[in-house]
């Protein structure tokens, strides 16, 4: 008998295996050493190039974010930013979906709504904020429409995307069982736009962040947007610092739990291509 | 066994051409399209790439409707997808992918209204007629090729169509999983008794399954070139000698289309 002995050279080609566990430290590993090298030159910047008065030290902002967590401003400006964005995110991510999912397959939907969607797109919420105020004046309802309109667009048009995308296979496969217009909505559109709707909806928080600081600086009192523009007035850099530094780390929070949450629930609707 | 000739037409194509919105007639598709299909019989249709096969499916389907001429089942006139015709596509895309296996099935059995006990019972029925007892759980993205046709094949014939229209629902699988799913494919006919019509550009799985293979002319203005009758013995031996004579007759008569080069796969 011929023995066809290819082991020896298989084994040669296989990559040594380590452990999972070990891999995912050493992605961790190479992140901390990335944050601490910014960390470094931020430190160097603020002892080196610039006066650590108009720069402060990484050591000087946490100080100061210690502080300010000590005495809760810092728990009450972020909270009340992350507030106007979960309400506006909410209200307009709904609105979004479902106007996206009208106007992607509804002709007379598309007809009546697609040339506003294509006309706001270019109006950014910002823009809004003077309307907003002088309508809504500069409490809570100002900052959660522009939160609002800022999602609208993004999670519609990606919707309309989703929609626009489903493979017609999947419509005849519904339409040779007698499928009306409304069961291929329902059975077939809607749970293959999911995923893009979410993704959209991923886009959207970034947009209401970003919307959300932009609103508070020009009308309120209180968030982190207000934060950062009221302690311009005192020139106090190291609250500016801890207001910018939560922004970002808020910000990185909320995206990994919603694609935490679209990984746990929603997988099943990302499909494959 | 009764001869096939004896039994009545159950799909008539009369002088039916296509061609798509906006084209000038030059551009038709098919043109002066004729042929039948007899209940239970297992018709394939082969031709040059691009001659329209797919087309004539979709036609038959009634996701296309034909701009001159008339489709026929038992003798009514063709209007629109209907129970009576069940598709099975070409590749995965047409799955939902968010629903496992058995769910997909039942979708379609749901939408006609079948009650939810009988929707499960029937779509587990022909999961495992075709090989997925054990699988039903499954996703689409879990799923092989292979398994993934066995699907589709099930979700189409759950449907309890009297006509399986197959649109090279085979082309994209590796050679042995395709030859696997065609005698299994046979089997099922033979069991089921339902009249298959079956668009392929693989002459040996034609020869393998059909009947009588329809050959089509090369497109534009395609219409049908030869019909041939297969009637060997089934099962069928890939490398008997009669095979091989029926695979060159219709291997020739694709070759011998005008201007085509040897070559005609997709």
Redesign the interface.
């Known amino acids: 008998m011929t023995r066809v002995d290819a082991t020896p050279l298989n084994d040669e080609v296989r990559p040594v295996r380590r452990p999972e566990s070990f891999s995912k430290f050493v992605r961790v590993l190479k992140t901390a050493l990335a944050i601490l090298g910014g960390v470094l030159v931020w430190q160097f910047t603020s002892t080196v190039l610039v006066s650590n008065i108009l720069f402060p030290t990484p050591g000087a902002t946490f100080q100061e974010a210690l502080r300010m967590a000590a005495n809760g401003e810092l728990f009450s400006d972020a909270g009340a930013s992350l507030a106007r964005i979960a309400v506006g995110f909410v209200i307009g991510s709904a609105i979004g979906v479902m106007l996206g999912l009208a106007a992607g397959y509804f002709e007379i939907a598309r007809l009546a709504v697609g040339p506003y969607l294509q006309f706001f797109r270019f109006v950014p919420p910002i823009a809004w904020i003077s309307p907003a105020i002088i309508w809504f004046g500069i409490g809570e309802t100002s900052k959660i429409f522009i939160i609002v309109y800022g999602t609208v667009f993004v999670v519609a048009l990606s919707t309309i995307a989703g929609v626009t995308s489903v493979h017609k296979d999947k419509i005849r496969a519904a339409m040779m069982f007698g499928a009306t217009n409304w069961q291929i909505f329902a059975m077939v559109i809607v749970p293959s736009t999911v995923y893009h709707s979410l993704t959209g909806m991923r886009l959207a928080m970034g947009i209401a962040f970003m919307t959300v600081v932009a609103a508070e600086m020009l009308g309120a009192e209180s968030g982190l947007g207000y934060l950062i523009l009221s302690s311009r007035l005192w020139m106090a850099t190291d609250r500016i610092f801890v207001g910018i530094i939560v922004l970002g780390l808020l910000g990185l929070l909320t995206d990994r739990i919603l694609s935490a949450l679209i990984e746990r629930f929603a997988a099943k609707y990302r499909g494959y291509s | 066994m009764e001869s096939p000739a004896d039994t009545p037409e159950l799909v008539t194509f009369s002088n039916v051409a296509f061609r798509h919105s906006l084209m000038p007639a030059s551009n038709d598709v098919v043109r002066d399209l004729n042929f039948g299909i007899r209940d239970g019989e297992f018709v394939c249709v082969v031709g040059p790439s691009g001659c329209g096969k797919t087309t004539v499916l979709n036609l038959l389907?009634g996701?296309e409707r034909p701009t001159a001429g008339s489709i026929l089942i038992s003798g009514t006139s063709l209007q629109g997808?209907?129970?009576d015709?069940?598709?099975v596509?070409?590749?995965d895309?047409?799955?939902?992918?968010?629903l496992s296996a058995i769910e997909n099935v039942e979708?379609?059995?749901?939408?006609?209204r079948v009650p939810h006990a009988e929707c499960r019972r029937r779509a587990m029925e022909f999961l495992q007629l075709v090989g997925l007892k054990g699988e039903e759980d499954k996703?689409?993205?879990q799923l092989s090729g292979g398994m993934k046709q066995r699907v589709n094949i099930a979700?189409?014939l759950a449907?309890q169509?009297r006509i399986m229209l197959m649109d090279e629902p085979f082309g994209q699988l590796d050679a042995q999983t395709r030859v696997t799913l065609q005698d299994e494919l046979s089997q099922i006919w033979a069991r089921t008794k339902r009249t298959i019509f079956f668009v392929t550009h693989d002459i040996a799985e034609a020869v393998s399954l059909a009947d009588r293979i329809i050959v089509m002319r090369r497109g534009p203005r395609s219409n049908v070139r030869d019909i041939i009758t297969c009637d060997l013995a089934r099962p069928r031996d890939r490398g008997d000698a009669a095979f091989g004579r029926l695979y060159n007759l219709v291997s020739r008569a694709i070759a011998n289309e005008p201007g085509l080069l040897p070559r005609y796969d997709a």
């Open positions: 389907a996701f997808p209907g129970a015709r069940g598709v596509f070409q590749g895309a047409s799955l939902y992918h968010w979708l379609g059995l749901k939408i006609a996703l689409p993205a979700r189409a449907g169509a």
